[in-house]
């Protein structure tokens, strides 16, 4: 298993473990006799990022990361532990670069005086209109 590498971050094959397992479901004798299903673990504490790096991944909030800092993921949608390992590895890095996306700070905008005017004026419109519909008095 070679380096995985998100963008300018590398990620040593030393700091990732992975465990073959038995996959779950149907699936007859494969399923019951090869451990094809792979179970990854990535210790953000431990890991060789930076401080900053470590903070963002931690304060992301995903549901692959445990109390402890370790980010868990099962991966068993292909029959070959090869490409559960590819596959566990992608959704590894995926989650690590969703963390490092810095979100654009939001600007407190109002709308104009005459968009304003223009909403008040669009909603007695439509209240007329629902006037309309009530009873009719003879």
């Not at 990535?42 to 995903?62: A, E, H, W, Y």
């Not at 068993?76 to 090869?82: D, G, H, L, P, T």
């Not at 700070?105 to 223009?118: F, L, V």
Request: cysteine-free.
């Amino acid at each position: 298993m070679p380096d995985i590498r998100i963008g300018n971050i590398t990620i040593p094959e030393y700091e990732v473990e992975t465990t073959a397992i038995r996959a779950q479901g149907s699936g007859g004798q494969n399923v019951n006799k090869v451990a094809t299903a792979i179970h990854l673990r990535f210790d953000v504490v431990q890991s060789s990022l930076s401080d900053v790096q470590k903070s963002r991944i931690l304060g992301g909030g995903d549901h692959h990361l445990t109390a402890d800092g370790v980010i868990i993921i099962k991966s068993q949608a292909f029959r070959s532990q090869e490409q559960n390992r590819r596959a566990a590895e992608e959704r590894l890095a995926k989650i690590i670069a969703a963390a490092m996306v810095v979100q654009k700070s939001r600007r407190a905008t109002k709308p104009s005086k005459r968009a304003r005017k223009k909403r008040m004026e669009s909603k007695k419109q439509k209240g007329s209109t629902k006037k309309l519909r009530g009873k009719v008095d003879y």
